[in-house]
């Protein structure tokens, strides 16, 4: 099991990862993490960011399940997922790290559209975001 004393939480913020529709009542809302990460073999920790999703396939979602994500409900078959943007050189490290700091076991995975700089962008558009 990897060692999560290895993990240290630089701040923490929140992104919409469902809209709520347009009287904005419900939705989902993920966290996003910056963290870094002690990778055996490296001189420095590595800066990373870890986000919260769901894991949805958007051209075959029925209208009803679109309706209950705007409610802020999930279906069973749309698992919650940590999606983990770093180095690619490291990233199998970090990913074992992470998945062993997650309470809940989710799958750990990539997302080319989850970048640095859509994190940046993402905690300076949010005045919430904090340090721990």
């Given at each position: 099991?990897?060692?999560?004393?290895?993990?240290?939480?630089?701040?923490?913020?929140?992104?919409?990862?469902?809209?709520?529709?347009?009287?904005?009542?419900?939705?989902?809302?993920?966290?996003?993490?910056?963290c870094?990460?002690?990778?055996?073999?490296?001189?420095?920790?590595?800066?990373?960011?870890v986000?919260?999703?769901?894991?949805l396939?958007?051209?075959?979602?029925?209208?009803?399940?679109?309706?209950?994500?705007?409610?802020?409900?999930?279906?069973?078959?749309?698992?919650?997922?940590?999606?983990?943007?770093?180095?690619?050189?490291?990233?199998?490290?970090?990913?074992?790290?992470?998945?062993?700091?997650?309470?809940?076991?989710?799958?750990?995975?990539?997302?080319?559209?989850?970048?640095?700089?859509?994190?940046?962008?993402?905690?300076?558009?949010?005045?919430?975001a904090?340090?721990?």
């Open positions: 099991m990897p060692d999560t004393a290895a993990v240290t939480v630089l701040a923490q913020t929140f992104w919409e990862v469902h809209w709520g529709g347009i009287n904005n009542l419900g939705g989902l809302i993920g966290q996003l993490t910056q870094a990460i002690a990778v055996p073999g490296e001189l420095f920790a590595v800066v990373c960011y986000r919260e999703n769901v894991a396939n958007h051209f075959s979602i029925s209208g009803g399940e679109r309706q209950a994500l705007k409610r802020g409900a999930l279906a069973r078959r749309h698992p919650q997922v940590l999606e983990l943007c770093a180095p690619p050189e490291c990233w199998e490290d970090i990913a074992r790290v992470v998945a062993g700091a997650d309470g809940l076991a989710r799958r750990v995975r990539r997302n080319r559209n989850f970048t640095v700089s859509w994190a940046e962008r993402a905690f300076r558009q949010r005045k919430r904090y340090a721990p």
